[in-house]
């Protein structure tokens, strides 16, 4: 068969694939429902807060058999990293900062040695990531980060220098993660 020249990809499938998903359409949700933290209404506003959300992955451990001189690989179980780190923007009111540190204070009071509670679901949310389109539209499912808690609240950086957005990062440890169909 001879050459007759470049292949128009517009004739086939990939014509109709939709767009590249962009990194900047996201949204974080905070699900505090059957939670005993007494602000939990204070939350909705962080979901304009946050600024940066890496979806961690997950891998499947191998177990090796040898049989008859001859390696084998199966799969295992799956594991995955159990934190997830979200970058939050300081508002100009300062609550973004305070309101995680009140959560954090209230897993574990360091001025009153207590804790709100025994039980991980009175202290923990569900953190909900949804990806959207350019055009604000949901794309796929959210992904839902399981009983997840404040493992730590990073340092907000100040300087002269650099002008730019006050910023800083926050983990969160959580049992699992799925999608939101999934049981």
């Given at each position: ?9 517009l ?9 590249i ?47 008859m ?23 100009q009111?300062?609550?973004?900062h ?7 204070d ?78």
């Amino acid at each position: 068969m001879a050459y007759t020249g470049g292949k128009s990809y517009l004739s086939t499938s990939l014509a109709s694939l939709p767009d590249i998903a962009v990194d900047y359409m996201f949204a974080v949700e905070f699900n505090l429902d059957g939670s005993k933290l007494k602000f939990a209404s204070e939350f909705q506003d962080l979901t304009v807060k946050a600024r940066t959300c890496v979806i961690p992955g997950r891998s499947t451990e191998v177990i090796e058999s040898w049989f008859m001189g001859s390696k084998q690989v199966f799969p295992a179980k799956t594991t995955y990293t159990n934190e997830v780190s979200i970058k939050f923007e300081e508002f100009q009111d300062g609550g973004t900062h305070s309101l995680l540190k009140k959560w954090q204070d209230a897993i574990y009071d360091i001025k009153t040695g207590t804790r709100i509670s025994n039980k991980k679901k009175d202290y923990s949310a569900d953190v909900i990531v949804s990806m959207m389109g350019t055009d604000g539209i949901l794309i796929g499912e959210p992904i839902v980060f399981k009983t997840a808690w404040i493992k730590s609240v990073g340092e907000p950086s100040l300087s002269y220098e650099s002008g730019s957005a006050i910023s800083f990062e926050c983990t969160f440890a959580y049992d699992r993660w799925k999608y939101a169909s999934e049981v």
